[in-house]
């Protein structure tokens, strides 16, 4: 096999043009990986709601075309840029959103897994060291060649990608990758809000809005802990048939209800449960959520992307009676550091990863994976590249 360290790859990528339309199998030249970079082989991506939501362009602050999207993934090194020391060729490895150096004021303290060099960024479309993009397409006319935009720093819907090291993870050479690329973000956002954020206790009560993929990873991570009563809200009744086999015990469809959902909640857990996790990203939907925990010691734990400008749907002398609020940001796990663990503890089968891939498709399907997350038929699609 030829060698490509230092030379630019020429590979496949799905690229989007514009807001919403369809994605482009494109070839693309990738360029080799500058100081603390790293050039990864990705072998399996799947789609998360944030690629839905960036693919249709929800916010235009944040829109840049043409683009490579795709932030959950695994793959192999292919070659590391000068001043990379913790990883080399042909290392397993997952690539984060929410990156860590270890160096900055964030990253050394215990209280949060923000990066203030690397953090989660949905405006960022270059890489830190030169303002300057590794993708690149040869103009149709054979012109110039025309930047590709970065996405979330990972930008994984390509068979090659560059990350900054901070972003990539190296995880056991024996894990299975396929299921590790749940780790890039659905899955340890939901299990990590669990119990890195709430730190859910045995015997506790939980209330999860959305059962999605980050719904039911919470679930998942509230099962693991030992939670006495987990009740799933959602408008699919379906979701409730998986959500059994990974720890929902109660479900509630808001649509069925002749009263406030909060209500129905108190009354189910003599007053309301211990912790809530909102995962849609609704005001509205955020409010039953605070008040479905009970005054005292509730608490709820905010998941959802919220795109609208509306502020948050409270009065502060709500906040007197005793309930918290707070947001999390991929579960609160600080990647480089905690992830290799996590990933070690689901080989374990400590969570079940199996369960949230529900579809597998070559990487020419994507507008069709697109698809079936568009119309809620899947939790995760895997594709293989």
């Known amino acids: 096999m ?22 482009v199998m494109e070839q693309v030249q990738v360029d080799p990986p500058q100081k603390k970079e790293v050039r990864i082989k990705i072998l399996f991506t799947s789609i998360c709601h944030t690629d839905l939501s960036a693919w249709k362009g929800e916010n235009e602050a944040q829109q840049a075309f043409p683009r490579i999207l795709g932030h959950e993934a695994a793959g192999i090194v292919e070659s590391i840029g000068e001043g990379v020391t913790d990883m080399k060729e042909g290392d397993h490895v997952i690539p984060i959103f929410n990156g860590e150096c270890g160096d900055c004021k964030s990253c050394k303290h215990e209280k949060t897994n923000i990066c203030n ?5 949905p405006m960022k479309t270059v890489m830190n060291s030169d303002g300057k993009t590794r993708f ?22 390509s068979e090659y990608t560059v990350l900054e090291s901070a972003c990539v993870v190296k995880i056991d050479s024996e894990a299975p990758l396929k299921k590790m690329t749940l ?7 939901g299990v990590g809000a669990a119990w890195n954020v709430a730190d859910v206790q045995p015997g506790s009560t939980v209330a999860i809005f959305g059962l999605g993929a980050v719904g039911l990873a919470v679930a998942e991570g509230a099962r693991a802990r030992g939670a006495s009563k987990i009740i799933g809200i959602d408008i699919n009744p379906k979701k409730f048939t998986i959500g059994q086999t990974m720890g929902i015990t109660d479900f509630i469809n808001p649509t069925d209800l002749g009263k406030p959902l909060h209500e129905r909640i108190r009354e189910i857990t003599e007053g309301g449960v211990d912790y809530s996790f909102e995962c849609i990203g609704n005001p509205d939907v955020l409010r039953e959520a605070f ?16 795109t609208t400008p509306k502020m948050l749907p409270l009065h ?14 991929f579960g609160g796990f600080k990647g480089k550091s905690q992830l290799p663990r996590f990933a070690k503890e689901c080989m374990r089968g400590v969570v079940d990863l199996d369960e949230f891939i529900t579809h597998e498709l070559p990487f020419e399907k994507i507008n069709d994976a697109f698809q079936l997350l568009v119309e809620g038929q899947s939790l995760r699609c895997v594709l293989h590249l």
């Open 2 to 23: 030829e060698k490509t360290t230092g030379k630019v790859i020429t590979c496949r990528a799905a690229v989007v043009w514009g807001p919403g339309e369809p994605f």
């Open 117 to 121: 060099s690397f953090g989660v960024n």
């Open 136 to 157: 690149s397409i040869t103009a149709k006319d054979g012109g110039e060649r025309k930047p590709v935009y970065h996405f979330l720093n990972t930008s994984t819907f």
């Open 183 to 189: 780790l890039s973000c659905g899955v340890s956002t």
């Open 291 to 306: 008040l479905s925990t009970h005054e005292g010691w509730g608490f709820t734990v905010i998941l959802g992307i919220h």
């Open 316 to 329: 502060p002398m709500e906040l007197f009676l005793g309930r918290g609020l707070t947001g999390s940001v």
